[in-house]
C-alpha cells in the first residue's frame, strides 16, 4: 500500500497564478483532511471532507477551494495564489470518527509551495 | 473555544537527559489528546493518544484533567528523538477533525 500520496512534491508559482494539489489515499478511508504547515503556527485546517461528494471549511478555507469527486482522491485549489499561501501543505486521511484505534489521521509527505 | 498550545519551539537536551514537552488544552468536554511526531525528511506520524494508556519508544503522556495538560515524557533522550513533536486535539464534532499545537522541535545532542 502507498498510503497516502501527494503531487507535486515542489512547486513555485507567481502571484495570480493557479494550482492543483491532489492526494491519493489507498486505505480506503472515509475521511480526508488538508492542513497548512507554517512556522510557528503549528498545523492549521483548511478544508475536510467526511465523505465523497461532501466538502467542509476548516479553519483557514479562504483562498483554497477543494474537491471530493472519488472516494479516494481529495484535490485542493488555489484559484489565484498569493505569497502569503507560501506554505508546506498537508493532506491526511482516517478510516472514520468514533470507534476506538481507527481514527487515527495517516499523513501524506507534503508539498512545498512557494508563491512569487 | 478549543484549543492547544505548546509553550515551547525548542527543546534542547542532552543524551540521556530527561525530556517533557509541554501540551495545554482548552476544550469543555472530555478530551480525546494525541502526540504526532515528525522526524527529519519523513511524514507526520502518531505517536500516542491518551486513550490507549501506551507508551511508544520509551514516551509516555498523562492527562491531567485538573492542569488540562497532556506533557509527553521520557526519562532517557536518545539522539534518534531528534524531530517534531505536535501536541493535537479532536474537536468536539463528528469529522476527526485534529486541533494542532504550534509544535516542538526537540534537538538532543551527542
Known amino acids: 500500500n502507498a498510503g497516502v500520496t501527494q503531487t507535486p512534491k515542489f512547486r513555485v508559482l507567481k502571484t495570480g497564478q493557479s494550482m492543483t494539489l491532489l492526494c491519493a489515499q489507498d486505505?480506503?478511508?472515509?475521511?480526508m483532511y488538508w492542513y497548512r504547515q507554517d512556522p510557528g503556527m503549528g498545523l492549521r485546517l483548511i478544508h475536510y471532507s467526511v465523505g465523497e461528494g461532501t466538502t467542509a471549511k476548516g479553519e483557514v478555507p479562504d483562498g483554497y477551494n477543494v474537491s471530493r469527486l472519488k472516494k479516494q482522491n481529495f484535490l485542493l485549489g488555489l484559484e489565484s495564489a498569493a505569497p502569503s499561501q507560501t506554505s508546506v501543505y498537508f493532506c491526511?486521511?482516517?478510516?472514520?470518527?468514533?470507534?476506538?484505534?481507527?481514527?487515527?489521521?495517516?499523513f501524506g509527505p507534503g508539498t512545498r509551495l512557494t508563491v512569487l | 473555544a478549543q484549543r492547544v498550545t505548546q509553550p515551547e519551539k525548542l527543546l534542547s537536551v542532552f543524551k540521556g537527559a530527561p525530556v517533557e514537552l509541554k501540551c495545554n488544552y482548552s476544550?469543555?468536554?472530555?478530551?480525546?489528546l494525541f502526540w504526532y511526531v515528525q522526524y527529519s525528511r519523513q511524514r507526520l506520524q502518531l505517536l500516542l493518544r491518551?486513550?490507549s494508556r501506551e507508551s511508544i519508544k520509551g514516551f509516555t503522556a498523562d492527562l491531567n484533567k485538573g492542569e488540562t495538560s497532556f506533557h509527553l515524557k521520557k526519562p532517557f533522550a536518545q539522539e534518534e528523538d531528534s524531530a517534531m513533536y505536535y501536541c493535537a486535539l479532536h474537536g468536539s464534532s463528528n469529522t476527526g477533525k485534529l486541533i494542532f499545537g504550534q509544535g516542538t522541535t526537540l534537538q538532543v545532542k551527542p
Open positions: 486505505m480506503n478511508h472515509e475521511y
Open positions: 491526511a486521511s482516517s478510516y472514520s470518527r468514533g470507534l476506538a484505534g481507527e481514527d487515527e489521521q495517516f
Open positions: 476544550y469543555s468536554g472530555s478530551p480525546e
Open positions: 491518551h486513550i
